[in-house]
């Protein structure tokens, strides 16, 4: 192992709760009708993604562009509600003393990701950045993982991917890294059996079990 892969919302931020609520409230302001069990499985994918398929749907009058753009206001409107996720720090700290790169990739958009760096002081941990506007297709395709490993100079079987959401092990899968499903409950009910190793807090991270899958 040389370098670790954060996602972010779910992983590092607590704001799937956050995300559900704006997305359910504009979604049904536009005329849609919010099912929490089918919003589950759009997590770990981009927010174009997401309203593409609503707007097909329930026949939505606006654009995905124009929906994509209220979402995101509205998300950056509420960052102050959103708090990191229990020990995220402390782990990245432990990786940094024992040399490991570190990057986030994060199907949320470039905005929302520069922001939570700025807000939580991030960048002293990460090397390199990716949201889900930087890529042709976002999660659960490989290619936000292989981008992020490519710019740290790291060969993907010597990746770490964290992820909360089905699409994101199933994106760290397909990139040839090895996975960590974070179970977290704000995530809705996401299927991590393709991960490695599954936990349920950052206080069960242990790495030299952790090294381990690397031998």
């Excluded at 049904?28 to 997590?43: A, I, M, P, R, T």
């Excluded at 020990?87 to 700290?93: F, H, L, P």
């Excluded at 974070?182 to 790495?207: H, I, R, W």
């Amino acid at each position: 192992m040389k370098a670790v892969i954060f996602d972010m919302d779910g992983v590092i931020i607590d704001s799937e709760p956050v995300h559900f609520e704006v997305e359910g409230e504009l979604l049904e302001e536009l005329g849609g009708v919010f099912d929490e069990e089918e919003h589950s499985s759009f997590v770990g994918t981009t927010d174009y993604a997401m309203w593409d398929t609503f707007k097909r749907e329930f026949n939505l009058k606006l654009s995905v562009e124009e929906m994509v753009e209220m979402k995101k206001k509205r998300f950056i409107e509420n960052l102050h509600r959103i708090p990191l996720v229990e020990n995220v720090t402390q782990v990245m700290s432990i990786l940094q003393d024992n040399g490991y790169l570190m990057a986030l990739a994060s199907s949320n958009n470039r905005k929302a990701v520069d922001a939570i760096i700025e807000k939580f002081h991030l960048g002293k941990y990460l090397t390199y950045s990716i949201s889900g506007e930087d890529v042709k297709k976002g999660k659960p395709d490989p290619e936000i993982f292989l981008t992020a490993a490519k710019n740290l100079n790291v060969e993907p079987e010597n990746c770490l991917v964290i992820e909360d959401a089905a699409n994101g092990v199933k994106a760290a899968k397909a990139a040839g890294m090895k996975c960590i499903g974070f179970k977290n409950p704000n995530s809705g009910n996401q299927d991590l059996s393709k991960a490695d190793l599954v936990m349920d807090s950052y206080d069960q991270f242990d790495l030299e079990k952790i090294q381990k899958l690397f031998k």
